[in-house]
């Protein structure tokens, strides 16, 4: 199987430098929702794609000769959704989210649910800040590398998880149904090399945090 196409979409908000919130390789598609164009540029990403409703204005430095798409400001999507739904209509199958944490709580979570809306549309989607990554899991096994210095939490986003099995991580679980009223995945470690996340039903959610 190859290499999946990508997209990564930035954010208005950014704590970390893009560079530093996100991989960027030279043939990924750069899509910027509304003014986060401003640091691409400033950064000196390269920028295939602008979509917002700039319902703040245009700044004088919008920039020239970049594909834009304007939205009117009452809508139902958010910039970003816009931004996910675009990339999905161009058939990109892998999209991170640059940056959209740690702001205005609304938005991160917002963000969360976009990611279950990319997973719904089959596409393997996360979102990352440099200090956290989150992404949403349908059932089966998977791997994760070990990263020093950060905490991995596993939650139940559909309202039960069953057959939960974590692997290689300072508090294992075998078996176990979990809900999403009570987070028993929270602040977990990884102790092996990777740690191995398992489960027969229900949707997850899988954060990374860095240790403060």
Not at 43 to 49: G, V
Not at 173 to 190: C, K, M, V, Y
């Amino acid at each position: 199987i190859g290499d999946k196409m990508k997209a990564i979409i930035i954010t208005p908000f950014l704590e970390n430098k893009i560079k530093d919130s996100v991989e960027i390789k030279d043939d990924d598609f750069i899509i910027c929702a509304d003014t986060s164009f401003s640091e691409a540029i400033r950064q000196n990403i390269k920028i295939n794609l602008i979509i917002g409703d700039f319902d703040s204005g245009y700044p004088q430095s919008f920039p020239t000769g970049i594909e834009t798409i304007t939205v009117p400001a009452e809508k139902d999507d958010s910039d970003t959704l816009l931004c996910v739904k675009e990339a999905i209509k161009r058939g990109f199958d892998k999209i991170v989210i640059a940056g959209g944490i740690g702001g205005r709580l609304d938005h991160t979570f917002a963000n969360i649910q976009t990611l279950y809306y990319g997973r719904v549309n089959g596409v393997d989607i996360s979102i990352s800040d440099g200090k956290n990554e989150a992404m949403i899991l349908y059932p089966g096994v998977y791997d994760f590398e070990k990263r020093n210095g950060f905490y991995l939490s596993v939650f139940a986003y559909s309202e039960k998880v069953a057959g939960l099995n974590l692997k290689g991580v300072k508090y294992p679980l075998e078996n176990a149904d979990i809900t999403n009223f009570f987070p028993i995945g929270l602040s977990n470690e990884i102790v092996s090399e990777s740690a191995e996340v398992s489960f027969s039903d229900g949707v997850v959610l899988v954060i990374f945090s860095k240790k403060i």
